[in-house]
DNA sequence: ATATAACTTCAAGTGCACTTTAAGTCAAGG
DNA sequence: CCTTGACTTAAAGTGCACTTGAAGTTATAT
């Protein structure tokens, strides 16, 4: 027999086992990203698919998707299986975006990391004739 | 004989060498970023070096730095070599964090790399006893 | 000469994603 | 029993990075 224990999240407990705030889960409600059990009395509470729910949210959050492209998401996902179509396109249009911003990122952290890398040897005084930024780029073939 | 062609740019022309629209070019200003130089009139313009600085700029800014980061930066760089500790601390901090949210970001792509394979194994029927996400993931041990 | 396009300042407005406040209800521990 | 903390709603406030508007001046093209 394995023990059937449902947990029960306040929305308290819940905002601790996803990282977020009470406040917050509130508002993704009100955003129509997450739709709690209520209590007889009015009270939330939260189960574990819930918890599993939230954080693919946030995965999806963090590739960049607005609350109203995820908002867009959960109600197709509602409708059913008929939507996937739509939901899969959603979602590579973010995968094309996240890697265009990927992309970019990637290059600002090369000029970061150059910069970086200029005032350390500049301040270690292995730099015998000063030489600038700019021409210290193009010595990598790092651009702009 | 060099042809001696200091380009001034107008705020306009400046705005689209850069990428930016001119309110934010003063925007920027008013924040202490740039500090263009003026005609008689009252009207600014810019050179060749505010182009450098403006992309260099864009690059820490898309490393995640804040305007108050940046104008924190600006600030130390007016004050001279003095100051190469600070900002060389600044742009490590900067990088630091650039490196943790970018180790986050891509395991949220590798998330969403995995639904839309999901769903297309799903579309395209290869999923012969529809597998739920959940398990899909730890196939590939991909967790949360 | 005159229209219109580009510039000037300063202040107010926008969009996003929360966060905080206010006023009240409810549940659990001593 | 009663205090304390967690919960409820609705509305207002916050922070960031711009963006827009208003009112006026100046430069350029016809």
Do not use: C
């Amino acid at each position: 027999m394995p023990t059937n224990t449902k947990t029960n999240y306040s929305i308290g407990a819940f905002a601790k086992a996803v990282g977020l705030t009470a406040p917050t889960l509130r508002y993704y409600e009100d955003q129509g990203l997450i739709e709690p059990h209520r209590h007889a009395n009015g009270r939330r509470y939260y189960q574990e698919d819930d918890v599993n729910w939230v954080k693919f949210l946030l995965h999806l959050k963090g590739t960049g998707m607005s609350i109203s492209d995820l908002k867009q998401y959960v109600t197709w996902r509602a409708a059913g299986d008929a939507t996937i179509p739509q939901r899969l396109a959603l979602l590579q249009r973010v995968k094309s975006d996240f890697l265009v911003q990927f992309n970019e990122v990637q290059h600002h952290l090369q000029i970061l990391n150059d910069k970086i890398n200029w005032y350390e040897e500049k301040e270690a005084g292995i730099m015998t004739a000063p030489e600038d930024f700019a021409s210290y780029l193009k010595r990598f073939g790092h651009h702009e």
